[in-house]
Each structure stands twice: as structure tokens, then as C-alpha cells.
């Protein structure tokens, strides 16, 4: 009787989630010439869910991906049939759990890279933020704010640019990983308040 010898293929291991599906969060935009921000709460279950911006309809959803090596992307992504920031050269102000919801963290991860990126109605790139990782408040290990509970990110010069969509990219890793300088702005603590009150006194 013959034996035939079988070479056993190694598995590659499925990386644990790192957000708890299910779990909410809250998304924060807002731009200069608008009458009131828009902030949504959004569940991370990978299910497209439909918000409005002053008429505009926006979808929100977000996904998970297992990157190899201990590192994961955690992507949020935005969607609209009209330019989010339509008043030719106006900022934009944006964050991932503003006033108090964050991500929900299964398990201790450090953000290396957090960007934001701009897209056309094709969903090309017409501007991203830069690595931001820098500027956020708690990044080794992340607690799941971008960039803190009581702060928000602001960008010069995206109105007129025909944004449609807008990615929240979060890189995470077990081990701490080197990054680079930050190049973006952050609006944190009194600085949003005072922000946020001196649009609403322009509005009156």
C-alpha cells in the first residue's frame, strides 16, 4: 500500500475587527458659508445610511479591511449628489466623534496615518489633508478620536472644487509606527467654541 504524503498549505491568519460593529459614532461637517453644521450619528456596520446637509443628501458608511502585519484600515466614507462645499474657495471643518462619540475600539491599536481625502462625482482625488496623526489627541494607543471629543480639522480652499465624497482613512497597527510631520490645522477646546460662536453671530 502506498502512502502519499500531503503538504498542508499555512492559513493566514484573519486579523480580529478592531471597531465593534454595531457600535455608533458621530461625523462632523461644516463650512463657511453654511447655516448650520452638519453632524450625523452613524452605526459601524458597513450599511449605508442617508443624512441631509441643508437639502443636500449625504451617505454615510464605513468598512474595515485587514492590511497583513498587525495593521488595519478603518475607512468612513461620505457621499453626495451636490459639492459638499459649493461657495468658491471656502474652508472646510470636519471630525470623527465630535462632542463625544467616538469610535468603539475592541482592542488597544496605534494610529499611524489619518487622512482625509476629497473626491469628484467619479471619485477621483481632488485634494486630501495630508497625514494628521500628529495633530490628534490621543494616537498611541487611538481612543478613536479625529481628532479629540471637543475639537474639529479645518482645510483653506475647498469650496467650488466639486467635492462629492469625502474619505476618513485610519491607519492602525499593534506596534507603534513611526509617522511624519503633521500638515493640517486643528481647532481644539475654546478655539472651536470661539470659532463656532463667531459663525453663528455672523449668521444674525
Partial sequence: MSVAALALTPQAAVAAPVVAAGSTYSV??????????FYGIAAF???????????????????ETDLGNGRSLISIQLRANGDFFPIADESGYYGIGTFGDGLDLLRSVFLYDARVS????????????????DNVGQSAPWDGFFPTADGIFHSASLGGLGILGINFD????????SVPEPAGVLLTGLGLMAMLATRRRRRH
Fill in 45 to 63: 456596520d458597513g450599511i449605508s445610511e442617508l443624512g441631509a446637509w441643508e437639502f443636500l443628501p449625504i451617505t454615510v458608511s464605513e468598512s
Fill in 118 to 133: 476629497f473626491l469628484d462625482s467619479n471619485n477621483k482625488l481632488v485634494t486630501d489633508s495630508g497625514n494628521l496623526v
Fill in 170 to 177: 485610519f491607519f492602525v497597527s499593534e506596534e507603534p509606527v
Fill in 28 to 37: 462632523y461637517l461644516d463650512r463657511d458659508n453654511s447655516n448650520a453644521a
